[in-house]
Structure formats: structure tokens, C-alpha cells
């Protein structure tokens, strides 16, 4: 066990030393279900001091300088005043409110703004390490924080993919009339010309809009977890549906990692939890194969921790070792 020093498994690195650094935004202002994940970032780190270091694919990973941002105190206490606007929001439209009503015209105004600053937060942030020949990720957080980062690699890169992990598309155009809502992340990221790929693996809940987007874009290629079962009874096994997975991705790749894409008995206090998905080693040997391809993995983020009851450290036990394999992964392709 490490000595807990605010550093994401107890590592002695310094954000100067990095070759990698980890971002925590605390925000979950459009959560439309279950709240939480703005606790993410603090319930993964506190996890994270009991995870050896050892690493099965990269020999002495413990030497990997990995360093951590501290989780910024200001956009947590913003998330709680936004977040009880928004909540004001997502009331007037279950009672049969519209997005444009004058009565909420103000207190969404107020959200997307909030929203747009942290993702502004988020890319002023990222591109500082970036250009400093740093690699980041991002732990969220909802699934709408990664955008900044997505964002700041379409300036470094003239192009790469995406590898989403998820039990949702997130392909829906501002919704609830939130623009940066945590289900419009891949629709938000689609809009940066430089990401020629969207690969999403575990989709299995979704509306009829997003499986026509998905069918009306060439640049979305949708491993629903349905499929991805059916195939497994019929014999296919998971390493050949791997290959096929990975087949359609370009060679560099930014793995956007929602933890509900998981059999919920690994992240029970997420969001939005979905029945299926895909097991723990399942996910690693996804994120194994595709660095025995020969990609490039060019930055990351784990999105949708939720902790449990302060004794129900369980959510930020997987988050941290979903994390840890992730830092280790990236670093052994950019070594």
C-alpha cells in the first residue's frame, strides 16, 4: 500500500518530470440519472493507494513518472451551484416543459455557459502539457469533460480516432438542451475536423436518432453490446472480435473510457448503469490488443466514477486500475 501524498497511486512524480499527466475535473452539472461522478476524481484517488505497482505488460512501471494535477476546489464548488440549477432544468422538462421555454431560458443559459468554461478550463490546460511534450488524461468527471483535451490533440495531431468504451452513444445534439451534456460528448467531438474515426464498443442503450446518425456517418463504426454477445455465442471469440474492433481504428488513438461501458457489478454507483457490458480483463485485453497492433495511444480519459457510501470504496478501486493500466499502456507506445 502507498502512503497517500494527493499524487494518483502514491507516486513521487512532480508535474515537471511528467511524461504524463493526469487531470481531474470534478463536474457532473448535466447528470441526467444518478449525480456523483463530479466525487469521481477524489474516490479514484483515494482508491488508488492500495493498488500495487506492478504492471503485467510494462516491466518496472513504478518508474513511469506519472504525476497528478490537484483536483481544482473552485470547479468542484461551481458543479455544486450549477448542478442545482441544471437539476431545476431537467424538473420543468419531466413535467412536460420544452427546452425553450422563457421560464428556463435564463437558468440554461447560466449551465451551458458554466459548461463551456470548464471545457475552456480543460483545453487552455491540456495544451499547456501538450506542448510541453506531455501526455495528459483526464479523470472525470461526467462524460462531458474530455472535450477540452479532445480538442487541444485536433491541434497536435492533423488527425486520429477515437476508441470509446461505453453502455451509451452520446451522439445526441445538445440534450435536455444542455450543448455540452455528458450524452453529447462523441456528437460534440465529432464537430473537430481532425477526428477522422469514432469506434464505440458496448453501446446498448440507445435511441432510433443515434442509430441513424451512426448509419448517415462514415466516420462511426458502432460494436453494439448485443452484437458483440451474440457473436461470442456463436462461437466468435473475443480476441478475433478485437482485431475487428481495432482493424477500423487510424494509427493514433485517444481511448475515451466510460466506466459504464463495464458490467454494472464493477461500477454499481455510476450514472447511468446499463445491464451487460463488457467484464474487467474483457476492456484490458481490448486496450492490450490494441497496443500489440503497433497504435499509438496520444491521450485518455476515464469518465462516470461514481463512489458508493464512504465505506463502499469499490467504483474508485475499478476507476484506479482501469486508470493505472491505461498510464501504463500509453507509456509503453510512446516509450
Given at each position: 500500500?502507498?502512503?497517500?501524498?494527493?499524487?494518483?497511486?502514491?507516486?513521487?512524480?512532480?508535474?515537471?518530470?511528467?511524461?504524463?499527466?493526469?487531470?481531474?475535473?470534478?463536474?457532473?452539472?448535466?447528470?441526467?440519472?444518478?449525480?456523483?461522478?463530479?466525487?469521481?476524481?477524489?474516490?479514484?484517488?483515494?482508491?488508488?493507494?492500495?493498488?500495487?505497482?506492478?504492471?503485467?505488460?510494462?516491466?518496472n512501471?513504478?518508474?513511469?513518472?506519472?504525476?497528478?494535477?490537484?483536483?481544482?476546489?473552485a470547479?468542484?464548488?461551481?458543479?455544486?451551484?450549477?448542478?442545482?440549477?441544471?437539476?431545476?432544468?431537467?424538473?420543468?422538462?419531466?413535467?412536460?416543459?420544452?427546452?425553450?421555454?422563457?421560464?428556463?431560458?435564463?437558468?440554461l443559459?447560466?449551465?451551458?455557459?458554466?459548461?463551456?468554461?470548464?471545457?475552456?478550463?480543460?483545453?487552455?490546460?491540456?495544451?499547456?502539457?501538450?506542448?510541453?511534450?506531455?501526455?495528459?488524461?483526464?479523470?472525470?468527471?461526467?462524460?462531458?469533460v474530455?472535450?477540452?483535451?479532445?480538442?487541444?490533440?485536433?491541434?497536435?495531431?492533423?488527425?486520429?480516432?477515437?476508441?470509446?468504451?461505453?453502455?451509451?452513444?452520446?451522439l445526441?445534439?445538445?440534450?435536455?438542451g444542455?450543448?455540452?451534456?455528458?450524452?453529447?460528448?462523441?456528437?460534440?467531438?465529432?464537430k473537430?475536423?481532425?477526428?477522422?474515426?469514432?469506434?464505440?464498443?458496448?453501446?446498448?442503450?440507445?435511441?432510433?436518432?443515434?442509430?441513424?446518425?451512426?448509419?448517415?456517418?462514415?466516420?462511426?463504426?458502432?460494436?453494439?453490446?448485443?452484437?458483440?454477445?451474440?457473436?461470442?455465442?456463436?462461437?466468435?471469440?473475443?480476441?478475433?472480435?478485437?482485431?475487428?474492433?481495432?482493424?477500423?481504428?487510424?494509427?493514433?488513438?485517444?481511448?475515451?473510457?466510460?466506466?459504464?461501458?463495464?458490467?454494472?457489478?464493477y461500477?454499481?454507483?455510476?450514472?447511468?448503469?446499463?445491464?451487460?457490458?463488457?467484464?474487467?480483463?474483457?476492456?484490458?485485453?481490448?486496450?492490450?490488443?490494441?497496443?500489440?497492433?503497433?497504435?499509438?495511444?496520444?491521450?485518455?480519459?476515464?469518465?462516470?466514477?461514481?463512489?458508493?457510501?464512504p465505506?463502499?470504496?469499490?467504483?474508485?478501486?475499478v476507476?484506479?486500475?482501469?486508470?493505472?493500466?491505461?498510464?501504463?499502456?500509453?507509456?509503453?507506445?510512446?516509450?
Amino acid at each position: 500500500m502507498s502512503v497517500p501524498n494527493g499524487c494518483f497511486f502514491g507516486l513521487p512524480y512532480s508535474v515537471e518530470d511528467a511524461k504524463l499527466v493526469f487531470l481531474p475535473v470534478p463536474w457532473d452539472v448535466t447528470t441526467s440519472y444518478g449525480e456523483g461522478a463530479a466525487q469521481g476524481p477524489q474516490a479514484i484517488l483515494e482508491a488508488s493507494v492500495q493498488l500495487d505497482w506492478y504492471d503485467f505488460d510494462v516491466p518496472n512501471a513504478w518508474k513511469i513518472p506519472l504525476a497528478t494535477l490537484g483536483i481544482d476546489a473552485a470547479i468542484l464548488a461551481e458543479n455544486g451551484r450549477m448542478r442545482a440549477i441544471a437539476k431545476q432544468v431537467i424538473a420543468h422538462l419531466e413535467r412536460g416543459g420544452a427546452v425553450d421555454d422563457p421560464a428556463i431560458a435564463s437558468s440554461l443559459a447560466k449551465v451551458n455557459q458554466a459548461c463551456a468554461d470548464v471545457n475552456a478550463w480543460v483545453y487552455t490546460q491540456s495544451k499547456n502539457y501538450l506542448e510541453q511534450g506531455k501526455l495528459v488524461a483526464i479523470v472525470g468527471g461526467d462524460h462531458s469533460v474530455p472535450l477540452g483535451l479532445m480538442q487541444s490533440l485536433g491541434q497536435q495531431y492533423e488527425n486520429y480516432g477515437i476508441l470509446q468504451i461505453d453502455a451509451h452513444a452520446d451522439l445526441r445534439p445538445a440534450y435536455e438542451g444542455f450543448t455540452y451534456s455528458h450524452a453529447s460528448i462523441m456528437d460534440n467531438a465529432l464537430k473537430i475536423p481532425q477526428i477522422s474515426r469514432l469506434v464505440q464498443v458496448g453501446i446498448r442503450d440507445v435511441c432510433e436518432a443515434e442509430i441513424d446518425r451512426v448509419k448517415g456517418d462514415r466516420r462511426i463504426v458502432m460494436f453494439d453490446d448485443w452484437q458483440l454477445k451474440h457473436n461470442t455465442y456463436e462461437g466468435i471469440n473475443w480476441a478475433t472480435q478485437c482485431q475487428e474492433i481495432i482493424s477500423h481504428l487510424p494509427d493514433r488513438v485517444y481511448i475515451s473510457f466510460d466506466i459504464d461501458g463495464l458490467n454494472p457489478s464493477y461500477c454499481p454507483h455510476t450514472g447511468t448503469p446499463v445491464p451487460g457490458g463488457l467484464e474487467f480483463n474483457e476492456s484490458l485485453y481490448l486496450m492490450r490488443s490494441l497496443v500489440r497492433a503497433g497504435k499509438t495511444i496520444i491521450g485518455f480519459d476515464i469518465c462516470e466514477v461514481a463512489p458508493g457510501e464512504p465505506a463502499d470504496q469499490w467504483d474508485g478501486n475499478v476507476g484506479a486500475r482501469i486508470l493505472y493500466k491505461l498510464a501504463c499502456l500509453t507509456e509503453l507506445m510512446n516509450h
